[in-house]
T-cell receptor, first 109, second 114 residues
Framework: RKEVEQDPGPFNVPEGATVAFNCTYS??????FFWYRQDCRKEPKLLMS???SGNEDGRFTAQLNRASQYISLLIRDSKLSDSATYLC??????????FGPGTRLSVLP | ETGVTQSPTHLIKTRGQQVTLRCSSQSGHNTVSWYQQALGQGPQFIFQ???????GRGNFPPRFSGLQFPNYSSELNVNALELDDSALYLCASSSKGLSSYEQYFGPGTRLTVT
């Protein structure tokens, strides 16, 4: 089993839609969790950290369920500019960052 | 912009050759990690350098090696290039000792091996 798995995608949604991405991880000792966004042929950029209590940043909401080893990202009122690949990332203390394969989102006019 | 820079932007090499990629970390960051990203996949961790020493390594062969300099900039060296080494190579800087484990990526070097 891969250490980080994500919805295979791609997701094609109309503007204004709400879309949710799911991510599961296998290492229960993983300590920190993040969502990164990567535009085509660009570097990944940090979108938001993910906390057990859940956190929100504008239209974006991230949730972490440690018991189920599951992370989610919800995007409300999708914009054309949200089109990108969304990468689930975890950090194992004393080790390294582990990236999921990414889920591609296309927001259509 | 993150302040992390990489050079060169693009590179074409032939199989068997050697390549050196460079990365300058963001000001205040003492840790550099290198990743390989093949087309359509997430970045794969190669290794990390902290205070000029390797501080963790992913599942890459010894022909992938690196250096970190006193100013925290870093190099990735790949010997005996293979066709499968064609990828986007990303470096990311972060700072151990801070409560945050966030890292920031440079724009990457796109390596093509023919």
């Amino acid at each position: 089993r891969k250490e980080v798995e994500q919805d295979p995608g791609p997701f094609n949604v109309p503007e204004g839609a709400t879309v949710a991405f799911n991510c599961t991880y296998s290492n229960s000792a993983s300590q920190s969790f993040f969502w990164y966004r990567q535009d085509c042929r660009k570097e990944p950029k940090l979108l938001m950290s993910v906390y057990s209590s859940g956190n929100e940043d504008g239209r974006f909401t991230a949730q972490l369920n440690r018991a189920s080893q599951y992370i989610s990202l919800l995007i409300r009122d999708s914009k054309l500019s949200d089109s990108a690949t969304y990468l689930c990332v975890l950090y194992n203390y004393g080790q390294n960052f582990v990236f999921g394969p990414g889920t591609r989102l296309s927001v259509l006019p | 912009e993150t302040g992390v820079t990489q050079s060169p932007t693009h590179l074409i090499k032939t199989r068997g050759q050697q390549v050196t990629l460079r990365c300058s970390s963001q000001s205040g960051h003492n840790t550099v990690s290198w990743y390989q990203q093949a087309l359509g996949q997430g970045p794969q961790f190669i290794f990390q350098y902290y205070r000029e020493e390797e501080n963790g390594r992913g599942n890459f062969p010894p022909r992938f090696s690196g250096l970190q300099f006193p100013n925290y900039s870093s190099e990735l060296n790949v010997n005996a290039l293979e066709l499968d080494d064609s990828a986007l190579y990303l470096c990311a800087s972060s700072s151990k000792g801070l409560s945050s484990y966030e890292q920031y990526f440079g724009p990457g070097t796109r390596l093509t091996v023919t």
